[in-house]
């Protein structure tokens, strides 16, 4: 009895020792940010309202908001007193690619969670959900369906958008000319020159771009969706410990309801959260 007590001991005593030191322990992301005093963060330049320069040319929008919950969570994880945050522009192009690269730590964006993306990255919990629809102007005369056959349509290629919107016109029987450009200002760009009579992207990106045009007036925003478009933050593959720490501050941000005077300042010209944004937040807000 007395050597069994003594060997309990010893047992407790060792849990005990060894305990915190494995709950220090740091690997990953996780590992890079505390030794840096750094996280890197890529963001879109023209992605309003997600993502997009300010005035002082410094980003700002729905996403930013939400990223900086997330460092900010990360930061208090990590016991730091400082954390520093280097913002990196990203593309369409090589969003996926900079966070893969390990350029970026994370991405903060409007980028939709796909299982062919999913092959190179990892994707946080939802952080919107939205569909492709059409931006037109009031002179093109576009309104539904219907009005698209031979109509030249803005899109930027590599997207989500790009093969949602022409697998739908295939099973629509509609026939239209594509128009490759950069990006969404430039889709922008080319509907106000006349290049394209529609531009196809997410409609809370098409919103955006129009309200913050020089003539919002003069844009409409087509009457249907194409596309399914879940978005989330990009992380890197088999980092299993700072995709936690995201998911725990978004989920925590969510379950509080403080998510929702964000999506009011830059959504809340259009009304409440949809029933499928108060869907996705709810479902979205998983328990600790």
């Not at 220090?24 to 890079?32: F, M, R, S, V």
């Not at 009005?147 to 790009?162: F, M, N, Q």
């Not at 890197?236 to 998510?259: E, K, M, Q």
Request: charged share 25%; glycine share 8%; net charge positive.
């Amino acid at each position: 009895m007395k050597y069994l007590k003594i060997m309990i001991g010893s047992v407790l005593v060792a849990l005990v020792c060894t305990g915190p030191a494995l709950g220090d322990e740091l690997t990953g992301t996780l590992k890079k940010v505390k030794s840096s005093g750094t996280l890197t963060i890529g963001y879109r330049e023209s992605s309003p309202p997600f993502s997009f320069n300010g005035p002082d040319k410094r980003p700002i929008g729905y996403s930013i908001d939400l990223c900086l919950r997330v460092a900010s969570a990360i930061q208090k994880q990590l016991g730091m007193d400082d954390l520093k945050l280097n913002w990196v522009p990203v593309t369409i192009e090589n969003r996926i690619q900079m966070v893969a690269d390990g350029k970026a730590d994370i991405e903060c964006g409007s980028t939709t969670n796909t299982l062919s993306r999913e092959e190179k990255v990892d994707f946080s919990l939802m952080t919107f959900v939205d569909g492709g629809s059409l931006l037109t102007t009031t002179s093109t005369n576009i309104k539904g369906l219907e009005d698209l056959s031979g109509k030249r349509i803005a899109i930027v290629p590599g997207s989500t958008t790009e093969k949602s919107l022409a697998d739908f016109l295939k099973k629509q029987f509609v026939s239209v000319k594509m128009v490759k450009v950069k990006d969404h200002s430039n889709g922008l760009a080319a509907l106000e020159k006349g290049d394209a009579d529609a531009y196809a992207t997410d409609r809370g990106i098409l919103i955006g771009l129009a309200i913050t045009s020089k003539d919002p007036k003069r844009f409409v925003l087509a009457n249907f969706v194409f596309s399914y478009e879940p978005y989330g933050f990009i992380v890197r593959r088999n980092d299993p410990d700072f995709r936690l720490a995201v998911n725990r501050a978004l989920a925590a941000l969510y379950r509080s309801g403080d998510v929702i005077p964000i999506y009011d300042h830059w959504f809340g010209a259009f009304g409440k959260p949809s029933p499928e944004i108060q869907a996705m937040y709810l479902l979205n807000g998983l328990p600790e």
